[in-house]
């Protein structure tokens, strides 16, 4: 099961107290007491585990180490450990705190979301003239706490999308060989899945049916994935009764949950066409005409056919440079 929203608390270390310590070099006077140690950090950072946000499942609190306090003899107390959260490269997180929003779009990029607090001074940083012998210190400061709501959108330059069983899993496994489960049933994709095209990123959203913009069906949970798609490849089954309905429900739920959905670059696709003759296929593909955009008709079982969707991915990476 993909998790790709959850909410946690985190909480930084506190910074260590400092020390009230005194020479106990034989023939040496004055204080000695060190600082305390910072407090340990939390920060994320991308990686390209899609699945890493399952960490959050049950584990909502996370905890960071305190400061060390300070010791005798100058010796400062050690830091706490920071603690380092893996998150899917496209996670946003949002400080619920703070009304901030912050955005992991780089594999490795490392982001600071809660600091640890400041060690606290020992009493040998209160010595002076007129106080050679100070018993002040300082406690350390606490550490940054916040409540965090991570939520995963996809980065890729082309996402998949159409209507539940159009064949969009099962080109992705021709493409890429990303091996996704495929089924002659709806809903066979519960999460959205990857592959990889040279140096493109193909993510199969999970299929929409109508009102999904209202919560219907899996689409609500999906539809924010296809945000961060470059270019839409938009799937329409040659054995829909009326593919120019089916192009057009899934084109109306994405207006209504993001109308800057729509002006995406977009590709149409008839698909499964080797389930049709002749006549029918020239049917379909004149009804679909009416939307005013070519469309392609396609079948996994047609090597001539998939050639023309890697022409149409390799003009999508040459627009990139």
Known sequence: MLIDDVKIKIKAGRGGNGSVAFN????SLGPTGADGGRGGNIYLEGVSDLGSLMQFRYKKEIVAKNGERGKAQFNDGSDGEDIILRVPLGTVAHNLTTNENFEIVSIGQRLLVAQGGRGGRGNYKFRSAINTSPEEFEEGKIGQEYELRLE??????????????????????????????????????????????????????????EGASGGKGLGIKFLRHIERTRTLFHFISAESED???DYQIVRKELGLYNEELLDKAEYIFLSKIDLLDREELDKKISRLKEIGKEVVPISI???????????????IIKQKY
């Open 24 to 27: 106990k070099t034989k023939m």
């Open 152 to 209: 995963l959108k996809l980065i890729a330059d082309v996402g998949f999308i159409g209507l539940p069983n159009v064949g969009k899993t099962s080109l992705l496994n021709e493409l890429t060989r990303a091996n996704s489960k495929v089924a002659n049933y709806p809903f066979t994709t519960l999460e959205p899945n990857l592959g990889v095209y040279y140096e493109l990123i193909l993510a199969d959203i999970p299929g929409l049916i």
């Open 243 to 245: 593919p120019l309905k």
């Open 301 to 315: 079982h047609d090597i001539d056919r998939l050639k023309n969707v890697e022409k149409i991915l390799r003009d």
